[in-house]
């Protein structure tokens, strides 16, 4: 199962995680993909600095994760695992 983990400390919280794990959570059940992806959330992935939020697939964490960003890095960094 493919582990994703978004991060929800306080950096990333005010640069919209909650919107970030919506997307998630909406992408993830259109495409069926509930048996085969665990989403959760984490605190502080040391990603701070950057723009957006901080999510971590398996043991690769991927900053600047926005709305508008989000599809790609999907299908990019997500859908390939699987």
């Known amino acids: 199962m493919l582990s994703i983990s978004v991060c929800v ?3 990333c919280h005010l640069k ?3 919107d970030v ?3 998630f959570k909406n992408e ?6 509930e048996d085969k992806i665990d989403l959760k959330a984490a ?8 723009e957006g939020v901080a999510i971590r697939v398996n043991e690769k964490v991927i900053p600047g994760v926005t709305k508008e960003s989000f599809k790609k890095i999907f299908e990019e960094e ?5």
């Open 43 to 50: 605190f502080c992935l040391n990603r701070c600095s950057h």
């Open 16 to 18: 919209g995680s909650y």
């Open 78 to 82: 997500v859908l390939p695992l699987l």
């Open 21 to 23: 794990i919506d997307l």
């Open 28 to 33: 993830i059940k259109e495409r069926g993909l």
């Open 9 to 11: 400390g306080s950096s």
